[in-house]
Protein backbone atom coordinates (compact mmCIF):
# COMPACT_ATOMS: atom_id res chain seq x y z
CA UNK A 1 0.00 0.00 0.00
CA UNK A 2 3.01 2.01 0.54
CA UNK A 3 4.58 1.34 -2.57
CA UNK A 4 1.31 2.40 -3.83
CA UNK A 5 0.85 5.38 -2.14
CA UNK A 6 4.26 6.73 -3.52
CA UNK A 7 4.29 5.99 -6.81
CA UNK A 8 1.27 7.76 -7.17
CA UNK A 9 2.22 10.55 -5.04
CA UNK A 10 5.83 10.74 -7.88
CA UNK A 11 3.46 10.44 -11.19
CA UNK A 12 1.30 13.10 -9.95
CA UNK A 13 4.63 15.54 -8.84
CA UNK A 14 5.86 14.13 -12.57
CA UNK A 15 3.05 15.21 -14.40
CA UNK A 16 2.72 18.68 -12.42
CA UNK A 17 6.10 19.43 -13.35
CA UNK A 18 6.55 21.82 -16.21
CA UNK A 19 8.26 20.77 -19.29
CA UNK A 20 11.97 22.62 -19.07
CA UNK A 21 11.65 26.33 -20.95
CA UNK A 22 12.94 26.25 -24.32
CA UNK A 23 16.54 28.11 -24.39
CA UNK A 24 17.54 31.94 -25.35
CA UNK A 25 19.52 32.19 -28.35
CA UNK A 26 22.19 35.21 -27.97
CA UNK A 27 24.03 35.71 -31.89
CA UNK A 28 26.58 37.98 -30.83
CA UNK A 29 28.10 40.01 -27.87
CA UNK A 30 29.90 43.02 -27.67
CA UNK A 31 31.80 45.09 -25.37
CA UNK A 32 33.59 48.55 -25.73
CA UNK A 33 35.23 50.71 -23.54
CA UNK A 34 36.55 54.22 -24.17
CA UNK A 35 38.21 55.58 -20.91
CA UNK A 36 40.19 59.07 -20.86
CA UNK A 37 42.86 57.50 -18.55
CA UNK A 38 43.18 55.01 -21.51
CA UNK A 39 42.83 57.57 -24.32
CA UNK A 40 46.87 59.34 -24.22
CA UNK A 41 48.79 57.55 -26.56
CA UNK A 42 51.49 55.73 -25.09
CA UNK A 43 55.16 56.60 -26.15
CA UNK A 44 57.34 54.02 -27.49
CA UNK A 45 58.67 51.60 -24.85
CA UNK A 46 56.08 51.79 -22.21
CA UNK A 47 53.31 49.54 -21.19
CA UNK A 48 49.81 50.62 -20.00
CA UNK A 49 48.76 50.32 -15.59
CA UNK A 50 46.66 48.18 -15.29
CA UNK A 51 47.73 45.16 -17.26
CA UNK A 52 44.46 43.67 -16.35
CA UNK A 53 41.86 45.92 -16.11
CA UNK A 54 38.65 45.33 -14.26
CA UNK A 55 38.11 42.96 -11.45
CA UNK A 56 41.53 40.64 -10.83
CA UNK A 57 42.07 41.40 -7.46
CA UNK A 58 44.85 39.68 -5.36
CA UNK A 59 47.52 39.16 -7.99
CA UNK A 60 50.24 36.42 -7.34
CA UNK A 61 52.98 35.44 -9.93
CA UNK A 62 56.01 33.18 -10.48
CA UNK A 63 58.67 32.56 -13.07
CA UNK A 64 58.93 29.32 -14.55
CA UNK A 65 60.30 27.88 -18.14
CA UNK A 66 60.89 31.43 -19.39
CA UNK A 67 57.81 32.50 -18.97
CA UNK A 68 55.53 34.61 -15.98
CA UNK A 69 52.56 32.81 -14.82
CA UNK A 70 50.13 35.02 -12.95
CA UNK A 71 47.05 34.10 -10.73
CA UNK A 72 43.75 35.95 -8.68
CA UNK A 73 41.10 35.54 -6.79
CA UNK A 74 37.88 34.41 -7.98
CA UNK A 75 35.74 34.31 -4.59
CA UNK A 76 32.67 32.86 -5.48
CA UNK A 77 32.58 32.75 -9.67
CA UNK A 78 33.45 29.55 -11.32
CA UNK A 79 35.20 28.49 -13.24
CA UNK A 80 37.48 29.63 -10.89
CA UNK A 81 41.19 31.16 -9.51
CA UNK A 82 42.08 32.27 -13.69
CA UNK A 83 45.60 31.29 -14.72
CA UNK A 84 47.10 33.86 -17.14
CA UNK A 85 50.95 33.42 -18.82
CA UNK A 86 53.04 35.92 -20.02
CA UNK A 87 56.63 36.32 -22.03
CA UNK A 88 56.96 39.75 -20.87
CA UNK A 89 55.21 40.85 -17.78
CA UNK A 90 53.21 42.80 -19.77
CA UNK A 91 51.17 40.47 -21.93
CA UNK A 92 48.97 37.78 -20.58
CA UNK A 93 46.56 35.63 -21.65
CA UNK A 94 44.21 33.53 -19.64
CA UNK A 95 45.09 30.00 -20.12
CA UNK A 96 43.47 27.65 -17.74
CA UNK A 97 41.44 27.88 -14.48
CA UNK A 98 42.32 26.14 -11.67
CA UNK A 99 39.05 25.22 -10.15
CA UNK A 100 37.23 24.33 -13.48
CA UNK A 101 34.80 21.21 -12.45
CA UNK A 102 31.89 21.13 -10.45
CA UNK A 103 33.15 18.61 -8.34
CA UNK A 104 36.20 20.87 -6.83
CA UNK A 105 33.66 22.97 -4.42
CA UNK A 106 30.45 24.13 -4.01
CA UNK A 107 29.65 27.58 -2.93
CA UNK A 108 26.43 27.59 -2.57
CA UNK A 109 24.83 29.66 -0.02
CA UNK A 110 27.48 32.09 0.20
CA UNK A 111 27.69 35.49 -1.31
CA UNK A 112 29.67 36.62 -3.77
CA UNK A 113 32.65 38.17 -1.66
CA UNK A 114 33.13 35.03 -0.26
CA UNK A 115 35.07 31.69 -1.39
CA UNK A 116 38.49 31.48 -3.18
CA UNK A 117 40.66 34.52 -1.14
CA UNK A 118 43.66 35.63 -2.63
CA UNK A 119 45.58 32.74 -4.40
CA UNK A 120 49.01 32.23 -4.95
CA UNK A 121 51.46 30.26 -7.34
CA UNK A 122 54.90 28.73 -6.49
CA UNK A 123 56.87 26.31 -8.99
CA UNK A 124 59.47 23.51 -8.36
CA UNK A 125 61.10 21.04 -10.07
CA UNK A 126 58.26 20.47 -12.87
CA UNK A 127 54.83 20.99 -10.69
CA UNK A 128 53.16 24.14 -10.31
CA UNK A 129 51.06 24.70 -6.80
CA UNK A 130 48.04 26.64 -6.08
CA UNK A 131 47.52 27.69 -2.48
CA UNK A 132 44.54 29.60 -0.91
CA UNK A 133 41.65 29.57 0.77
CA UNK A 134 38.04 28.74 0.22
CA UNK A 135 36.20 30.85 2.86
CA UNK A 136 33.02 29.73 4.50
CA UNK A 137 34.15 25.97 1.70
CA UNK A 138 36.37 24.26 2.99
CA UNK A 139 38.99 26.03 4.41
CA UNK A 140 42.80 26.45 2.82
CA UNK A 141 44.04 23.53 0.09
CA UNK A 142 47.02 22.98 -2.17
CA UNK A 143 46.28 22.20 -5.97
CA UNK A 144 48.99 21.01 -8.23
CA UNK A 145 49.38 20.95 -11.84
CA UNK A 146 52.41 19.87 -14.29
CA UNK A 147 50.89 22.33 -17.19
CA UNK A 148 49.96 25.50 -15.73
CA UNK A 149 46.84 25.27 -18.26
CA UNK A 150 45.85 22.08 -16.38
CA UNK A 151 44.57 19.87 -14.84
CA UNK A 152 44.67 21.20 -11.97
CA UNK A 153 44.35 18.82 -9.26
CA UNK A 154 41.31 18.37 -6.57
CA UNK A 155 42.01 20.57 -3.18
CA UNK A 156 44.65 18.78 -0.92
CA UNK A 157 42.82 20.21 2.53
CA UNK A 158 45.57 21.89 4.99
CA UNK A 159 44.32 20.19 8.21
CA UNK A 160 45.11 22.54 11.43
CA UNK A 161 45.39 25.37 8.94
CA UNK A 162 43.12 28.20 9.67
CA UNK A 163 42.79 32.23 8.70
CA UNK A 164 43.78 32.66 5.28
CA UNK A 165 46.29 34.06 2.29
CA UNK A 166 48.36 30.71 2.25
CA UNK A 167 51.49 31.49 0.35
CA UNK A 168 54.38 28.73 0.33
CA UNK A 169 58.17 29.47 0.47
CA UNK A 170 61.34 26.88 -1.10
CA UNK A 171 64.30 27.01 0.55
CA UNK A 172 67.82 26.94 -0.56
CA UNK A 173 68.74 23.53 1.89
CA UNK A 174 65.00 21.85 0.24
CA UNK A 175 62.55 22.50 3.31
CA UNK A 176 59.15 23.80 2.53
CA UNK A 177 57.52 26.94 4.50
CA UNK A 178 53.68 27.74 4.94
CA UNK A 179 52.97 31.14 5.88
CA UNK A 180 49.43 32.53 6.04
CA UNK A 181 47.37 35.10 8.47
CA UNK A 182 45.79 33.80 10.95
CA UNK A 183 44.43 35.44 14.79
CA UNK A 184 47.08 36.29 16.93
CA UNK A 185 48.63 33.84 19.49
CA UNK A 186 46.16 35.87 22.44
CA UNK A 187 43.37 37.05 22.60
CA UNK A 188 43.13 40.02 19.36
CA UNK A 189 44.09 43.64 20.72
CA UNK A 190 41.43 45.53 18.83
CA UNK A 191 39.71 45.03 15.44
CA UNK A 192 41.69 43.90 12.41
CA UNK A 193 44.33 42.33 14.68
CA UNK A 194 45.69 39.52 12.71
CA UNK A 195 49.44 37.61 12.72
CA UNK A 196 51.83 36.29 10.03
CA UNK A 197 52.24 32.12 10.93
CA UNK A 198 54.75 29.83 9.67
CA UNK A 199 54.94 26.36 9.57
CA UNK A 200 57.13 23.76 7.97
CA UNK A 201 54.85 21.59 5.42
CA UNK A 202 55.52 18.17 3.93
CA UNK A 203 54.48 18.46 0.36
CA UNK A 204 54.02 14.66 -0.65
CA UNK A 205 51.69 14.56 1.92
CA UNK A 206 50.36 18.37 1.75
CA UNK A 207 50.10 18.37 5.47
CA UNK A 208 52.03 20.90 8.19
CA UNK A 209 54.73 19.08 10.11
CA UNK A 210 56.52 20.71 13.23
CA UNK A 211 55.58 23.93 15.33
CA UNK A 212 53.74 26.32 14.37
CA UNK A 213 55.53 30.15 14.81
CA UNK A 214 54.25 33.81 14.60
CA UNK A 215 56.54 35.91 12.57
CA UNK A 216 54.28 39.17 12.93
CA UNK A 217 51.87 39.80 15.47
CA UNK A 218 49.93 43.04 14.17
CA UNK A 219 51.95 44.85 11.71
CA UNK A 220 55.21 46.43 11.62
CA UNK A 221 54.57 48.72 14.20
CA UNK A 222 52.15 47.71 16.26
CA UNK A 223 52.26 49.78 18.47
CA UNK A 224 49.58 51.90 16.08
CA UNK A 225 47.39 48.89 16.25
CA UNK A 226 48.01 48.01 12.49
CA UNK A 227 45.49 46.28 10.82
CA UNK A 228 44.52 43.22 8.45
CA UNK A 229 48.26 42.05 8.07
CA UNK A 230 47.88 39.86 5.28
CA UNK A 231 48.56 38.42 2.13
CA UNK A 232 52.30 37.03 3.42
CA UNK A 233 55.01 36.51 1.09
CA UNK A 234 58.61 35.18 1.51
CA UNK A 235 61.75 35.60 -0.71
CA UNK A 236 65.87 35.19 0.01
CA UNK A 237 67.88 37.27 -1.91
CA UNK A 238 71.50 37.83 -1.05
CA UNK A 239 71.34 36.00 1.76
CA UNK A 240 68.55 38.11 3.06
CA UNK A 241 65.40 36.62 3.34
CA UNK A 242 62.14 39.34 3.20
CA UNK A 243 58.69 38.81 4.14
CA UNK A 244 56.69 41.29 2.24
CA UNK A 245 52.76 41.80 3.73
CA UNK A 246 49.92 43.76 3.26
CA UNK A 247 48.34 46.18 5.66
CA UNK A 248 45.42 48.80 6.41
CA UNK A 249 42.71 46.15 5.07
CA UNK A 250 41.78 45.99 1.06
CA UNK A 251 40.44 49.79 0.48
CA UNK A 252 41.92 53.41 0.68
CA UNK A 253 44.27 52.99 3.80
CA UNK A 254 45.80 49.44 1.93
CA UNK A 255 49.70 49.74 1.63
CA UNK A 256 52.33 47.08 1.35
CA UNK A 257 55.14 46.75 4.04
CA UNK A 258 58.68 44.61 4.04
CA UNK A 259 60.48 43.13 6.83
CA UNK A 260 63.77 41.21 6.54
CA UNK A 261 65.97 38.31 8.65
CA UNK A 262 69.34 36.67 8.39
CA UNK A 263 67.44 33.75 9.27
CA UNK A 264 64.09 32.38 8.12
CA UNK A 265 62.49 31.93 11.44
CA UNK A 266 63.22 35.42 12.28
CA UNK A 267 63.50 37.69 13.73
CA UNK A 268 62.38 39.74 11.57
CA UNK A 269 63.20 43.58 11.21
CA UNK A 270 60.89 46.00 9.28
CA UNK A 271 62.30 48.61 6.46
CA UNK A 272 62.41 52.35 8.22
CA UNK A 273 60.87 53.29 4.93
CA UNK A 274 57.91 51.63 4.84
CA UNK A 275 55.27 51.24 3.62
CA UNK A 276 56.83 50.48 0.58
CA UNK A 277 53.33 50.84 -1.86
CA UNK A 278 50.54 52.75 -0.77
CA UNK A 279 48.64 55.67 -2.16
CA UNK A 280 46.82 56.66 1.11
CA UNK A 281 48.41 59.68 1.91
CA UNK A 282 47.82 61.82 -1.77
CA UNK A 283 45.17 63.99 -2.27
CA UNK A 284 41.37 62.96 -2.26
CA UNK A 285 40.61 65.31 -5.57
CA UNK A 286 43.95 64.46 -7.99
CA UNK A 287 42.84 63.70 -11.33
CA UNK A 288 41.85 60.00 -12.34
CA UNK A 289 42.97 58.18 -9.27
CA UNK A 290 44.66 55.22 -8.17
CA UNK A 291 43.88 53.91 -5.18
CA UNK A 292 43.93 50.60 -2.37
CA UNK A 293 47.09 49.73 -3.74
CA UNK A 294 48.60 46.84 -2.07
CA UNK A 295 48.92 42.94 -2.03
CA UNK A 296 51.82 42.97 -3.88
CA UNK A 297 53.78 39.78 -5.49
CA UNK A 298 57.27 39.97 -6.54
CA UNK A 299 58.94 38.27 -9.24
CA UNK A 300 62.42 38.54 -10.86
CA UNK A 301 63.21 39.15 -14.75
CA UNK A 302 65.57 37.32 -16.82
CA UNK A 303 67.75 40.36 -16.75
CA UNK A 304 68.15 40.33 -12.87
CA UNK A 305 65.56 43.14 -12.28
CA UNK A 306 62.48 42.92 -10.24
CA UNK A 307 59.06 43.91 -10.56
CA UNK A 308 55.73 43.89 -8.40
CA UNK A 309 52.62 42.95 -9.66
CA UNK A 310 49.49 44.47 -7.22
CA UNK A 311 46.12 45.23 -6.78
CA UNK A 312 44.29 49.11 -7.12
CA UNK A 313 41.36 50.25 -8.47
CA UNK A 314 40.64 52.77 -10.01
CA UNK A 315 37.82 55.41 -8.46
CA UNK A 316 35.16 58.04 -10.05
CA UNK A 317 33.15 60.43 -7.77
CA UNK A 318 35.98 60.20 -5.10
CA UNK A 319 35.67 56.54 -3.81
CA UNK A 320 33.06 54.33 -6.01
CA UNK A 321 34.73 51.41 -8.32
CA UNK A 322 32.70 49.57 -10.51
CA UNK A 323 35.91 47.87 -12.14
CA UNK A 324 37.04 46.00 -8.90
CA UNK A 325 40.31 45.48 -7.93
CA UNK A 326 42.36 45.39 -10.92
CA UNK A 327 46.16 43.72 -11.64
CA UNK A 328 49.01 46.89 -11.91
CA UNK A 329 52.57 46.23 -12.56
CA UNK A 330 55.49 48.43 -11.32
CA UNK A 331 59.61 48.02 -11.69
CA UNK A 332 61.29 47.46 -8.19
CA UNK A 333 64.05 49.43 -7.08
CA UNK A 334 66.62 47.91 -4.00
CA UNK A 335 67.96 50.70 -2.05
CA UNK A 336 70.40 49.78 0.53
CA UNK A 337 69.49 45.93 0.39
CA UNK A 338 65.36 46.84 0.51
CA UNK A 339 62.80 46.73 -2.01
CA UNK A 340 61.37 49.96 -3.01
CA UNK A 341 57.46 49.90 -5.05
CA UNK A 342 56.85 53.25 -5.50
CA UNK A 343 58.41 56.55 -3.20
CA UNK A 344 55.99 57.94 -0.92
CA UNK A 345 53.67 60.70 -2.14
CA UNK A 346 54.08 59.55 -5.93
CA UNK A 347 50.70 58.13 -7.79
CA UNK A 348 50.65 54.94 -9.58
CA UNK A 349 50.90 55.91 -13.36
CA UNK A 350 48.94 54.98 -16.03
CA UNK A 351 51.87 54.51 -18.62
CA UNK A 352 55.53 53.27 -17.27
CA UNK A 353 58.50 52.58 -19.15
CA UNK A 354 58.40 48.81 -20.29
CA UNK A 355 61.24 46.19 -19.47
CA UNK A 356 64.06 46.44 -20.94
CA UNK A 357 63.80 42.43 -22.38
CA UNK A 358 60.60 43.97 -24.51
CA UNK A 359 60.87 47.57 -25.48
CA UNK A 360 60.08 47.93 -29.28
CA UNK A 361 56.65 45.06 -28.82
CA UNK A 362 53.41 46.53 -29.73
CA UNK A 363 52.08 46.97 -25.87
CA UNK A 364 48.71 47.43 -26.39
CA UNK A 365 46.24 44.39 -25.37
CA UNK A 366 42.89 43.50 -24.88
CA UNK A 367 43.36 42.71 -21.06
CA UNK A 368 43.57 46.82 -21.43
CA UNK A 369 43.49 49.95 -22.22
CA UNK A 370 40.36 51.09 -24.52
CA UNK A 371 39.22 48.29 -26.98
CA UNK A 372 35.73 46.39 -28.50
CA UNK A 373 35.74 43.09 -28.42
CA UNK A 374 32.97 41.01 -30.20
CA UNK A 375 31.97 37.58 -28.84
CA UNK A 376 30.53 35.62 -32.10
CA UNK A 377 29.78 32.42 -30.09
CA UNK A 378 31.08 30.68 -33.10
CA UNK A 379 33.91 28.86 -30.98
CA UNK A 380 34.09 25.44 -30.15
CA UNK A 381 33.88 26.29 -26.60
CA UNK A 382 32.95 29.52 -24.48
CA UNK A 383 35.70 31.83 -23.82
CA UNK A 384 38.21 32.35 -20.93
CA UNK A 385 36.32 35.53 -19.70
CA UNK A 386 32.63 34.58 -19.13
CA UNK A 387 32.35 33.73 -15.59
CA UNK A 388 29.24 32.19 -13.82
CA UNK A 389 27.69 33.29 -10.46
CA UNK A 390 28.88 29.75 -8.23
CA UNK A 391 29.17 26.42 -9.57
CA UNK A 392 26.79 25.23 -11.84
CA UNK A 393 24.63 22.16 -11.44
CA UNK A 394 23.81 21.88 -14.85
CA UNK A 395 24.91 22.51 -18.07
CA UNK A 396 22.73 25.37 -18.73
CA UNK A 397 25.14 27.43 -21.60
CA UNK A 398 26.22 25.68 -24.60
CA UNK A 399 27.35 26.40 -27.95
CA UNK A 400 25.95 23.46 -30.08
CA UNK A 401 22.38 24.11 -29.63
CA UNK A 402 22.35 26.31 -32.76
CA UNK A 403 25.97 26.44 -34.27
CA UNK A 404 27.28 30.53 -33.64
CA UNK A 405 24.83 31.69 -31.08
CA UNK A 406 24.99 31.11 -27.40
CA UNK A 407 22.06 29.08 -25.87
CA UNK A 408 21.11 30.07 -22.49
CA UNK A 409 18.45 27.29 -20.88
CA UNK A 410 16.84 28.91 -18.40
CA UNK A 411 16.44 28.37 -14.59
CA UNK A 412 14.34 29.13 -11.95
CA UNK A 413 16.69 30.77 -10.42
CA UNK A 414 17.33 34.80 -10.15
CA UNK A 415 19.82 37.17 -9.65
CA UNK A 416 19.37 37.32 -5.69
CA UNK A 417 19.91 33.50 -5.44
CA UNK A 418 22.48 32.61 -3.04
CA UNK A 419 22.95 29.31 -5.71
CA UNK A 420 23.69 29.52 -9.74
CA UNK A 421 20.96 31.49 -12.27
CA UNK A 422 21.79 31.01 -15.46
CA UNK A 423 23.64 34.47 -15.78
CA UNK A 424 26.84 34.86 -18.11
CA UNK A 425 29.27 37.47 -16.46
CA UNK A 426 32.51 38.90 -18.32
CA UNK A 427 33.84 41.55 -16.31
CA UNK A 428 33.20 45.50 -16.32
CA UNK A 429 36.51 47.09 -16.98
CA UNK A 430 36.00 50.04 -17.94
CA UNK A 431 34.56 53.58 -16.12
CA UNK A 432 32.77 53.99 -19.27
CA UNK A 433 31.65 50.94 -21.85
CA UNK A 434 29.12 49.55 -24.12
CA UNK A 435 27.67 46.15 -23.75
CA UNK A 436 25.71 45.08 -26.38
CA UNK A 437 23.93 41.45 -27.76
CA UNK A 438 21.45 40.43 -30.01
CA UNK A 439 18.75 37.52 -28.99
CA UNK A 440 15.83 35.98 -29.90
CA UNK A 441 12.95 36.62 -28.05
CA UNK A 442 12.06 34.34 -25.55
CA UNK A 443 8.95 32.04 -24.90
CA UNK A 444 6.19 32.58 -22.85
CA UNK A 445 7.14 32.26 -19.12
CA UNK A 446 10.93 33.31 -19.37
CA UNK A 447 12.69 36.44 -19.20
CA UNK A 448 15.75 36.94 -20.62
CA UNK A 449 18.43 39.94 -21.51
CA UNK A 450 21.34 41.50 -20.39
CA UNK A 451 22.48 41.53 -16.92
CA UNK A 452 24.43 44.32 -14.95
CA UNK A 453 25.43 42.19 -11.89
CA UNK A 454 27.92 43.47 -8.60
CA UNK A 455 26.05 41.01 -6.08
CA UNK A 456 23.13 39.21 -5.23
CA UNK A 457 21.64 42.27 -3.26
CA UNK A 458 22.84 44.54 -6.19
CA UNK A 459 22.28 44.44 -9.89
CA UNK A 460 20.16 45.71 -13.29
CA UNK A 461 18.45 43.57 -15.23
CA UNK A 462 17.24 44.76 -18.47
CA UNK A 463 14.99 42.20 -19.64
CA UNK A 464 12.57 40.72 -22.34
CA UNK A 465 9.27 38.87 -21.57
CA UNK A 466 6.03 38.10 -23.99
CA UNK A 467 2.58 39.43 -23.07
CA UNK A 468 -0.62 38.29 -24.42
CA UNK A 469 -0.87 38.36 -28.14
CA UNK A 470 1.99 39.46 -30.18
CA UNK A 471 3.14 41.94 -27.79
CA UNK A 472 6.76 41.69 -25.66
CA UNK A 473 7.69 44.10 -22.59
CA UNK A 474 10.77 45.30 -22.29
CA UNK A 475 11.48 46.08 -18.96
CA UNK A 476 14.46 47.51 -16.16
CA UNK A 477 14.36 45.34 -13.30
CA UNK A 478 16.78 46.32 -10.40
CA UNK A 479 18.12 45.84 -6.44
CA UNK A 480 19.90 48.04 -4.63
CA UNK A 481 20.56 46.76 -1.38
CA UNK A 482 17.10 47.01 0.36
CA UNK A 483 16.00 43.65 -0.33
CA UNK A 484 13.55 43.99 -3.13
CA UNK A 485 12.93 44.11 -6.63
CA UNK A 486 11.63 47.50 -8.05
CA UNK A 487 11.27 47.63 -11.53
CA UNK A 488 12.05 50.87 -13.11
CA UNK A 489 10.35 51.23 -16.08
CA UNK A 490 8.99 49.01 -19.13
CA UNK A 491 7.96 49.09 -22.82
CA UNK A 492 5.18 47.36 -24.65
CA UNK A 493 6.72 46.42 -28.24
CA UNK A 494 4.90 44.23 -30.91
CA UNK A 495 6.83 40.87 -31.39
CA UNK A 496 10.07 41.19 -33.16
CA UNK A 497 12.50 38.76 -34.70
CA UNK A 498 15.40 41.35 -34.52
CA UNK A 499 15.86 42.17 -31.16
CA UNK A 500 19.14 44.16 -29.58
CA UNK A 501 19.84 45.48 -25.79
CA UNK A 502 22.49 47.15 -24.80
CA UNK A 503 23.76 48.87 -21.76
CA UNK A 504 26.30 51.90 -21.19
CA UNK A 505 27.72 53.35 -18.06
CA UNK A 506 29.34 56.11 -17.76
CA UNK A 507 31.03 56.66 -14.50
CA UNK A 508 27.88 56.48 -11.61
CA UNK A 509 25.05 57.09 -15.17
CA UNK A 510 23.94 53.97 -16.54
CA UNK A 511 22.13 53.89 -19.44
CA UNK A 512 19.72 50.59 -21.04
CA UNK A 513 18.36 50.64 -24.79
CA UNK A 514 16.28 48.39 -27.23
CA UNK A 515 16.11 47.91 -30.87
CA UNK A 516 13.45 46.42 -32.13
CA UNK A 517 14.55 46.19 -35.76
CA UNK A 518 11.67 48.27 -36.82
CA UNK A 519 13.91 50.66 -38.48
CA UNK A 520 13.83 53.42 -35.38
CA UNK A 521 17.11 52.56 -34.36
CA UNK A 522 18.17 52.60 -30.36
CA UNK A 523 15.64 53.42 -28.21
CA UNK A 524 15.96 54.47 -24.70
CA UNK A 525 14.31 52.97 -21.94
CA UNK A 526 16.47 54.44 -19.16
CA UNK A 527 18.50 57.24 -18.67
CA UNK A 528 21.09 58.77 -15.84
CA UNK A 529 20.15 55.09 -13.86
CA UNK A 530 22.56 55.50 -10.25
CA UNK A 531 25.06 53.36 -11.80
CA UNK A 532 26.70 53.56 -8.32
CA UNK A 533 24.51 50.74 -6.83
CA UNK A 534 27.34 48.45 -8.86
CA UNK A 535 30.36 49.86 -6.99
CA UNK A 536 32.33 47.90 -4.47
CA UNK A 537 32.14 50.88 -1.92
CA UNK A 538 28.54 50.98 -1.87
CA UNK A 539 27.60 47.23 -2.40
CA UNK A 540 30.75 46.06 -0.29
CA UNK A 541 32.57 42.70 -0.96
CA UNK A 542 35.91 42.51 -2.52
CA UNK A 543 34.77 42.24 -6.76
CA UNK A 544 33.98 44.39 -9.97
CA UNK A 545 30.88 44.39 -11.76
CA UNK A 546 29.38 41.64 -14.68
CA UNK A 547 27.96 42.05 -17.92
CA UNK A 548 26.25 39.27 -20.12
CA UNK A 549 23.54 37.05 -20.86
CA UNK A 550 20.84 36.22 -17.87
CA UNK A 551 17.45 33.78 -18.70
CA UNK A 552 15.02 32.91 -15.90
CA UNK A 553 12.11 30.23 -16.16
CA UNK A 554 9.09 32.81 -14.37
CA UNK A 555 6.75 29.52 -14.68
CA UNK A 556 7.65 28.36 -11.16
CA UNK A 557 7.46 29.73 -7.76
CA UNK A 558 10.84 31.29 -6.88
CA UNK A 559 12.32 29.42 -4.11
CA UNK A 560 15.09 31.09 -2.46
Do not use: C
Not at 49 to 63: C, E, K, Q, T, Y
Not at 117 to 128: H, K, L, N, Q, S
Not at 391 to 420: F, I
Amino acid sequence: MLWTTLLLFAAVSHAQTPAKAPPVYFDWFEYAGRDAAFDVPLPAGYYRNPVLAGFHADPSIVAANGKFYLVNSSFTYFPGIPVFESADLVHWKQIGNVIDRPTQLDFDGLSVSRGIFAPTIEYRDGTFYVVTTATDSGGNFISTARDPAGPWSDPHWLSGIGGIDPSLFFDDDGKIYLLNNDEPPGPPRYDGHRAIWMQEIDLARFQPVGPRKVLIDGGVEPEKNPIWIEGPHLYKREGWYYLSDAEGGTGPQHSQVVLRSREVWGPYMPYAGNPILTQRDLPSDRPLPITNAGHADLVEGPDGSWWAVFLASRNYQGRHYNTGRETYLLPVQWRDGWPEILPAGQTIPYAVRAPAWMRGKAMQTPATGNFVHRDEFDAPALAAEWLRVRVPKTAWADLTSRPGALAVHPLTEGLETLRNPAFLGRRQQHLRFEASTAMSVPAAGVAAGLAAFQSEAYWYFLGVRRLAGDRIAVFLDARDGSGATRTLATREIAVTHALRLKIEGDEGDYGFAFDAGDGRGWQRLADRVDGTVLSTDRAGGFVGALLGPFARDERASRSE
